[in-house]
C-alpha cells in the first residue's frame, strides 16, 4: 500500500500540500528565492492580472448581451499561469476551458482572443466555436471541447505519439481538468492508458471545490483526487494551486521526471473557483456569498503574488495601478475591435468537413438559399441579423476558394 511520509519518516493521515508561499505572499524556507529571478516573476504576474480584466469585460458583456458565453478564471490564476510557465511552449496542452490564460501567457494577442469570442471574420474557428472553445496550432494548444474529459485520453495518445516522434522526444503533453472531470469514465481510460504504455503526460487536475453546483464533498470520498494517481502506477503531488511559485517549481519538476522515465505524473492543484461555474450559473444557489469573499480575501493568488513580488523590491503600487489600468483599456480596445466586424459568411456552416458535400448537405444548403431569398428582406429579426454577416444574404453562395480573409483555418 502506498503511504505518504514526511521528512522524518512518520506515516501522514493526509496526503501534504506542496507550497513555497505562505497566504501572505511570504516565502517558505527561502526556495522560492532560489526557483524565480525578477524577470519571470513578473512575466507571471502580467498574465495572472491580465485574466480578472478579460474576464470582468468578457462576463459584463454577455449580460449585456453582446456575448453569448463566457467562463471565468477566478481565484485560479495561479493554477493557470504557473503552469504556463513552467511548460515549454511547444509542449501540447489540453485544456478543459478555463485555462485561457495558457494561451495569454504563451503570446496570444488580445484581438485574436476577441476575435473568437465575437466569432468574427477574423476568428480562426470562422465563428462555430462557443466562446473560451478556443486553440491555436501554432502555440501547440488544441482545441477545447464542451463535453468533459473527452481531452484526457487525447493527451494521453499525444504523449504517446510525442515520444515516437523524432525531434519531439523532450516535450510532454499538459492536460488540465476539474475534480469534476475526474468523475468520467474518460478520466480513468486516459489515466491507465498513460500509465501502461509510459505516456510522457502531466495530469494538472484543478481541483477548485464544484463541479458546476456540486461540492467536492458529494463527488467522491478519499483523500482527493492526489489518493487516484498510486493506484495507477503514477507519480503524484499535491499544490498549492494559489501558490504561484509552487506549481511553477511542481510542475517543472514533473516534466522533468516524466520526460526522464517516460511516465506520467500526477498533479493535484488545490485551489477555490470564485466565479460562478459560467455565465449560465448563479453560484449564490449553492454556496453562500460569504465563503467566496472569505476565500478572495484571505488566499487570493493574485494578492499573495503581489505581495511577493513587493518584498523582492520588484513591484510597487503605482506599478500595480497601472498595470491594471492599461489592461483594461487594452482588453476594451479589442473587443471594441472585434465587434464592429461581421460574422463570417453564411457558406461556412456547410464546408470543411466534406472535400465533396453530400447530397443531403447539398439539400440543406438549397434550402436555407431558398429561404433567405423569401424572407430575408421582409422578416426583421432576419434582417437585422443579416446586416452582421459578411456577404449577408449572398453570402450562401461564397465558395472556399472567396474565402481567403474568412478564418482560413488553424495557424
Not at 473560451?132 to 493527451?155: D, E, K, M, W, Y
Not at 431569398?373 to 459578411?390: I, N, R, S, T
Request: with cysteine.
Amino acid at each position: 500500500m502506498r503511504v505518504w511520509k514526511d521528512a522524518e519518516g512518520n506515516v501522514l493521515e493526509a496526503i501534504p500540500t506542496f507550497r513555497l508561499m505562505d497566504a501572505d505572499g511570504a516565502a517558505i524556507d527561502g526556495m522560492a528565492e532560489e526557483l524565480i529571478g525578477e524577470e519571470r516573476a513578473l512575466k507571471m504576474y502580467k498574465t495572472m492580472s491580465l485574466l480578472p480584466q478579460l474576464d470582468q469585460v468578457c462576463y459584463s458583456a454577455q449580460r449585456q448581451g453582446r456575448v453569448s458565453f463566457w467562463m471565468t478564471s477566478y481565484g485560479e490564476e495561479a493554477a493557470i499561469v504557473g503552469a504556463a510557465e513552467a511548460l515549454a511552449t511547444d509542449d501540447e496542452v489540453f485544456s478543459q476551458y478555463r485555462e485561457i490564460g495558457v494561451l495569454m501567457h504563451r503570446g496570444l494577442g488580445l484581438d485574436t482572443c476577441m476575435n473568437q469570442v465575437m466569432g468574427t471574420t477574423l476568428d480562426q474557428g470562422k465563428g462555430r466555436q462557443m466562446p473560451n472553445h478556443i486553440g491555436s496550432r501554432a502555440l501547440h494548444f488544441h482545441t477545447v471541447a464542451s463535453p468533459l474529459a473527452t481531452q484526457i485520453p487525447h493527451a494521453a495518445g499525444a504523449a504517446y505519439a510525442l515520444k515516437r516522434t523524432a525531434g519531439r522526444e523532450n516535450n510532454v503533453a499538459a492536460c488540465f481538468f476539474g475534480e469534476g472531470a475526474a468523475s468520467e469514465g474518460d478520466f480513468h481510460a486516459g489515466l491507465n492508458f498513460a500509465s501502461t504504455l509510459n505516456c510522457p503526460v502531466l495530469w494538472l487536475a484543478r481541483n477548485n471545490g464544484f463541479a458546476i453546483s456540486t461540492a467536492s464533498i458529494d463527488q467522491y470520498r478519499g483523500d482527493g483526487l492526489a489518493a487516484r494517481g498510486p493506484g495507477y502506477g503514477t507519480l503524484t503531488i499535491r499544490v498549492d494551486g494559489n501558490d504561484a511559485l509552487a506549481v511553477l517549481y511542481a510542475v517543472s519538476e514533473a516534466k522533468r521526471r516524466s520526460l526522464e522515465a517516460s511516465r506520467p505524473v500526477f498533479l493535484e492543484l488545490m485551489t477555490y473557483r470564485v466565479g460562478h461555474h459560467s455565465t449560465s450559473d448563479d453560484s449564490g444557489s449553492y454556496r453562500p456569498k460569504s465563503s467566496v469573499e472569505e476565500w478572495t480575501q484571505t488566499d487570493n493568488p493574485i494578492h499573495r503574488m503581489r505581495k511577493y513580488l513587493i518584498s523582492r523590491g520588484w513591484w510597487s503600487d503605482a506599478e500595480e495601478a497601472d498595470l491594471v489600468k492599461t489592461h483594461r483599456k487594452d482588453v476594451l480596445a479589442a473587443m471594441n475591435k472585434a465587434e464592429k466586424r461581421h460574422k463570417p459568411p453564411l457558406s461556412v456552416l456547410f464546408e470543411d468537413t466534406w472535400a465533396n458535400p453530400p447530397p443531403a448537405l447539398q439539400e440543406q444548403r438549397a434550402d436555407l438559399k431558398r429561404l433567405l431569398e423569401k424572407y430575408g428582406e421582409d422578416y426583421e429579426p432576419w434582417k437585422e441579423a443579416l446586416k452582421k454577416v459578411d456577404g449577408g444574404a449572398k453570402g450562401i453562395d461564397y465558395e472556399p476558394k472567396d474565402q481567403e480573409l474568412y478564418g482560413g483555418g488553424w495557424p
